[in-house]
């Protein structure tokens, strides 16, 4: 796993995991607004075009080199960590292995608990297909969320280069992952954002989470599904955050 920092070392730290399919690029738009105030630090998440030579394992996996990462060059803890889907499982998982890595979390589209049934399988089928045919796997994640390029025309960083190797692995990872028993734990206060496109794929997940998780903030994003709010609509996301930092949300 491969870092991107932005913004200066002394300001509070803020991760920002990108979700499958899409590039730490797609965060660009955040990230920019964010370095002014905070020291932003980008994962690239193993599998992706910028890091394929290093294979997607597991949310598991992952989420330890990210909190290696963090006892290494954060002294231990954050500010806060986001994600979308894949990024949002691995904040998720990080946060239950140590209960004290972050302050805030902002999730988005996370999924908690496995898909059951025929479909979910089917789909993972497909993206597999697609992915021997080089570079379908992003579009996949694009038309999931209806938009392939951000509102200012610029491209969201598509993970095209993603391994074969990698592609079942994140796709599985991504529909089986079980919410653990350590968030319990976790001292970070939580934000959940979930699209209007998505509620009755995430209701288990919003549930789940609001079962085990006391003081968490649910968030309904209009219109929305798998991480679109954060990359199609950035400003309205970091209104929300900053709320959510200032303690000023509903």
């Known amino acids: 796993m491969k870092f991107k920092e932005f913004g200066e070392k002394a300001h509070p730290t803020v991760i920002l995991l990108h979700r499958e399919g899409l590039s730490w690029r797609s965060l660009k738009d955040v990230i920019r607004c964010l370095e002014q105030d905070y020291h932003v630090v980008a994962p690239v998440i193993d599998g992706d075009g910028e890091d ?3 294979a997607f394992v597991s949310i598991q996996d992952s989420a330890k080199k990210l909190i290696r990462y963090i006892d290494a060059d954060c002294h231990g803890n954050v500010l806060a960590i986001g994600g ?3 990024g949002a499982q691995i904040a998720v998982e990080a946060l239950s292995e140590r209960a004290d890595i972050a302050r805030y979390a ?3 589209s996370a999924s908690v608990c496995p ?3 025929f479909l979910p399988w089917l789909i993972l089928f497909w993206g597999l297909l697609c992915s021997l ?3 379908l796997f992003a579009q996949i994640g694009r038309k999931r969320m209806d938009a392939p390029r951000s509102p200012r025309g610029q491209s969201c960083g598509d993970g095209s280069g993603i391994p074969e190797r990698s592609v079942f692995r994140v796709a599985a990872s991504c529909r089986s992952y ?4 350590g968030i319990k734990k976790a001292r970070a ?3 959940f954002i979930v699209g209007t496109r998505e509620l009755r794929r995430m209701d288990r997940s919003v549930r789940t989470l609001m079962g085990v998780v006391p003081g968490l903030q649910v968030c309904v994003s209009p219109g929305t599904r798998s ?3 954060t990359l199609f609509h950035p400003e309205e996301y970091l209104s929300l955050v900053e709320r959510f930092l200032e303690g000023k949300l509903s």
């Open 115 to 117: 898909e059951d049934g």
């Open 133 to 135: 045919a080089g570079r």
């Open 189 to 191: 206060k939580i934000l």
């Open 106 to 108: 902002v999730l988005e």
């Open 178 to 181: 079980a919410l653990p028993d």
């Open 52 to 54: 394929g030579a290093a």
């Open 84 to 86: 979308l889907c894949l």
């Open 227 to 229: 991480g679109g709010f």
